[in-house]
């Protein structure tokens, strides 16, 4: 298996890194740039609300990434409501960025976890209006599949709460999601470090989406070259098959024709 031949396909569109990467939290955009180029990514998302990419007549993110190289991916990231949301969407597609949206709908400030029914009420709505809705949820299989049935071409199940490190928490249900959908499986938030993100690629995830792991690193453009060797490890691994657990020892050395 190669990169030529493996590549990450949703709504028809091609991915080249199957490492998604955000740009908050960095000390500035030169930081984020120089950490998104050593990540390897192509998608790079962006809050709407936090980051300036709307107004071009102020420091805007978008000055610093090249648009032939990168993906920029929009995020509603800070909504609380359905129409927030919808709102950002829009207002990021009005500024030419993007029909291609990921999409939060956050339940409570302290967990940040999803409002999945405010969820799947803005999803249909932007699906209607001809978005490519990429939705962060919960790890709920029966969410997922919701989501995927009104028309998102992928699910963004997290690991753990936004910002935690904890890794993943519940890999039964990220397994089962994978097992329940049939469409990419970008798993989204809570990762700490790299073998977190090489662990989700084991499991059979098609992609992995984090921010705070790389900025918040105390050398984030060192974390951002780990992460993306974890990302290709774990996808080489899963691909590759590992081998079945055992209680007991198995020589390494063939045993047949001792004396």
Not at 56 to 65: C, G, M, P, T, V
Not at 178 to 207: C, F, H, R
Request: charged share 25%; with cysteine; net charge neutral.
């Amino acid at each position: 298996m190669t990169t030529m031949n493996d590549r990450l396909v949703i709504a028809g569109r091609e991915f080249q890194s199957r490492l998604w990467v955000g740009t908050g939290k960095y000390k500035d955009f030169a930081e984020t740039k120089k950490a998104i180029d050593a990540s390897g990514a192509d998608v790079v998302t962006v809050a709407v609300r936090r980051v300036n990419i709307t107004d071009r007549s102020k420091e805007n993110l978008l000055d610093y990434l090249d648009p032939k190289k990168y993906i920029i991916l929009p995020n509603t990231a800070g909504c609380y409501t359905v129409e927030d949301a919808v709102r950002y969407a829009r207002l990021a597609r009005a500024a030419g960025v993007s029909d291609l949206v990921k999409l939060e709908v956050l339940g409570d400030e302290k967990t940040l976890f999803p409002d999945t029914a405010g969820l799947i009420e803005a999803a249909k709505i932007l699906i209607k209006e001809g978005f490519i809705v990429l939705p962060y949820t919960n790890d709920d299989p029966i969410v997922a599949k919701k989501l995927v049935d009104i028309g998102c071409p992928a699910v963004m199940p997290l690991a753990a709460p936004i910002g935690s490190g904890l890794g993943i928490r519940n890999p039964y249900n990220l397994k089962i999601i994978m097992e329940t959908v049939k469409v990419p499986i970008i798993v989204d938030a809570g990762v700490g470090t790299a073998s977190d993100a090489a662990l989700a690629m084991e499991y059979g995830a098609d992609a992995v989406l984090m921010n705070t792991a790389i900025a918040g690193a105390q050398d984030p453009i060192a974390m951002a070259e780990a992460m993306k060797h974890a990302v290709w490890a774990g996808r080489l691994a899963y691909k590759a098959g590992r081998i079945p657990r055992k209680l007991y020892a198995t020589a390494s050395s063939p045993i047949e024709g001792m004396l």
